[in-house]
């Protein structure tokens, strides 16, 4: 069993933070890569068997990323989003590896996901590989990818800070004018 960082906490987001969950995709999503016009979110969101995962850096909450069954067991990752200021750091990687983690722990043998084509070596060095061509998600071409949900290791890592704060705004303001 390996444990990470304790910088970076990375933990399943209930009712509490939920809202800085949703806060981070509408910034990263929305905001700063206008993939979608209004809100990212979809019935999969209410979807009671859907992880919400969220992590932070020190006590500022940095990323998201969410996970759900799809069929027997294939799962599917996705709206993996790390706000800008923390790209630098391993908090999309520790996102991934316990998103893969979690449905391997759950009984899952596979996880699909769509990335965007700027990502795709950030996947492979964590283990994907591509599973098809590249094609139109969400308006952007985007590679599908798949994960042996066998091959996750055991991992551990610190959860939520017991203070958790979200960045101002005004960085993914600043983003938008440049």
Partial sequence: MTTRSAEIGVWRALDRDLAKHYAIRQRVFVLEQRIMEFTDLD????DTRTIHVLAAQGSCAAGTVRLY???????????????????????????????VATAGGLGGAQMLAQIQLPNVR?????GWTRAGAAAPYCGLPHQPMVYDLTQAPVTTWPGRPDELVLEPLAEVQDLRAG
């Fill in 43 to 46: 019935p999969h969101d209410r």
């Fill in 69 to 99: 069954p799809l069929d027997g067991e294939l799962w599917q990752g996705d709206r993996l989003a790390v706000l800008a200021s923390h790209r630098s750091s391993m908090v999309g990687a520790e996102l991934v590896r316990f998103a």
């Fill in 122 to 126: 950030f996947f492979e060095r964590l």
